[in-house]
């Protein structure tokens, strides 16, 4: 099959699984911490990848472990505690959105670290997607005053290291295999995962005990296999057969799958916040549209 054609087949899978990661997410805080939902799925999902990937791991030089290292750390291990801490306070729908900054960041990123050229349309969808952001965090605090949207900080963070993420695997990691690389970041993080999970109270009678418990797990386990093990393979290869800037246009569609899930599960979402949402995502096409 045509790469052109693979790699939107790889784009609208991703899609698909991560568009549901977020309303697994507000599930499975019903029964557990942010804390004990992060580092639980980074363990899950850490024990999947070993079961397929160990192997994999002799082709990854030593030079390529301390990128290895910090891709897990930026791509999986600290955005799965941003996620969870975030969706606490603000709605699955409305995080989506802001996880869609995703390619405005890997844009920015690109020029300010990895000394990538920009033009002025560029910069001019990088405005226009700020400005969409702000009306989209102020509009939800309004519409959900018991809500604390400061909390969307929690999610802008996860976005810069997103992008900060996938200028790594393109620059640095281009010759690794997906699945090298993705069982390679969970070598670094698991045990990390595993002792935050120690601390977390995760093995205490009180979280044991708690009626949501054994379906939040059940959504954990689904959230690590398809939502981060299968995925990040699948996102890397995309890196790897594309552009960074391709590959982090998932977020084009993930919103709208997001927003799907979220309407179904009663929450809120008003038409200013929908204006906003195609507000951001036309500075993201903007940013990223290549000159003719």
Known sequence: MDRINIKWIYLIVLSLIWGSSFILIKKALLGLTPWQLGALRTFITGLFLFSVGL????????RQWLWIGISGFLGSFFPAFLFAIAETEIDSAVTSVLNSLVPLNTLLMGMAVFKI????????????????????IL????????????YAGFILLATVM????VNIIKRYLQDVKPLAVATGNY????????LVLVGSGFFEETTLSNPNFK?????VTVLAFFGTALAKVL???????????FASSVTYLMPVVALMWGVLDGESFSAVQGIATVVILFGVYLSHRRKR
């Not at 192997?55 to 030593?62: E, F, G, P």
């Not at 509009?139 to 604390?148: D, H, I, M, R």
């Not at 996102?235 to 800037?245: H, M, R």
């Open 55 to 62: 192997k994999h791991l002799k082709q990854v030089k030593a």
């Open 117 to 136: 050229g920009s033009t002025r349309r560029q910069l001019f969808g990088v405005i226009i997607g700020f400005i969409g952001t702000c009306l989209l």
């Open 139 to 150: 509009k939800g605090a309004e519409l959900n005053p018991e809500q604390n949207y400061l």
């Open 162 to 165: 997103y992008a900060c993420n």
């Open 187 to 194: 070598v670094v993080i698991i045990v990390p995962a595993l």
């Open 215 to 219: 379906m939040s797990l059940v959504y």
């Open 235 to 245: 996102y890397t290869t995309l890196v790897q057969i594309s552009t960074p800037v």
